[in-house]
């Protein structure tokens, strides 16, 4: 029987509170040290929540693997202090390397010795968290590897505001008034004012920070597990996805790029699953030194 998951508030001092889950890794006999740590980089806004499903079943999937796992709602989202209108980038990025040291305490080193590796599980825009990451982890551990585990990765912010700026133009169009609606929303926020985005107050110093945030190929990161999902059997990596994985290989890291069937499920309408997508992220997180360079892959059913 795996252990159970622990929900705590991880302090931040002046900034509050911060809700996580950690998920031991379950082992036979108790007490062996975990094979490696994940660290969840969550989606953007209703994305989490529409995600939260997905993402308790994968931590879960991931412990009983024996990786210890670590979620957690970043300030202004979900059980956190604050609101989300309240939020910039730099207090997201603050928050990931706060919970990078937070597991980097823990730690112990693998049954052969040798530091486990840290992977930074990166949903859709919380990929654009791992930069911040993977600074944490270098100035804390600098001989730990660091890996990246990659969720329908967003790799520029810009991507990521329209895409969410979209949502208001959608709700206009059924009011009649999308015309100049998203230059509307960019003159607002140049204004200093805040936007309000299908039930979310979005700030300028969110906008701007998410907006320049990029998703930047480093030799720091070892090894990158980058997965895509599509309703499509078989169904090719995006231009875009074999563009990073190609980019992510030029600095020295073992790529494996896949799709997997199965929902979009940070956008669906009702709670989805994509079970395949969970099988494909234990075959890249179980990988060692077979950790193979694939530019693209279809996931068998």
């Keep these: 029987m795996a252990a159970a998951d622990t929900p705590f508030f991880l302090e931040t001092g002046a900034r509050g509170q911060r809700l996580c889950v950690h998920s031991p890794a379950f082992h036979d006999p108790d007490g062996a040290p975990a094979l490696g740590q994940v660290l969840l980089l969550p989606p953007f806004a209703e994305e989490m929540n529409k995600s939260r499903r997905m993402t308790a079943l994968a931590a879960r999937a991931f412990a009983a693997a024996g990786l210890e796992v670590l979620t957690l709602d970043l300030l202004g989202c979900g059980d956190s202090s604050g609101d989300f209108g309240d939020a910039t980038w730099a207090d997201w990025q603050d928050d990931v390397r706060l919970a990078v040291n937070w597991l980097n305490e823990r730690t112990r080193p693998g049954p052969d010795g040798q530091p486990v590796p840290l992977w930074l599980w990166g949903l859709r825009a919380g990929a654009l968290l791992a930069n911040a990451g ?15 585990l990659l969720w329908q990765p967003i790799a520029t912010g810009k991507l990521q505001l329209q895409q969410f700026m979209r949502l208001r133009v959608a709700a206009d169009l059924i009011g009649g008034q999308a015309k100049g609606a998203v ?6 926020l140049a204004r200093g004012e805040s936007v309000e985005i299908a039930g979310y107050a979005l700030a300028p110093a969110l906008a701007d920070g998410l907006e320049a945030a990029r998703l930047t190929p480093t030799a720091r990161v070892s090894r990158v597990a980058w997965l895509e999902l599509s309703t499509r059997e078989d169904a090719a990596l995006t231009p875009a996805a074999t563009m990073a994985a190609q980019a992510w290989t030029a600095q020295g890291a073992a790529v494996r790029a896949a799709v997997c069937q199965g929902p979009s499920f940070w956008a669906a309408t009702e709670i989805e699953e994509a079970p395949r997508l969970i099988e494909a992220s234990l075959a890249a997180l179980a990988a060692r030194d077979d950790f193979a360079t694939i530019t693209a892959e279809a996931v068998p059913a």
Excluded: G
């Excluded at 993977?134 to 990246?148: M, T």
């Excluded at 230059?183 to 607002?188: H, L, T, V």
């Design 183 to 188: 230059q509307a929303m960019r003159d607002q």
């Design 134 to 148: 993977i600074e944490a982890a270098s100035a804390a551990a600098p001989d730990r590897p660091v890996h990246l």
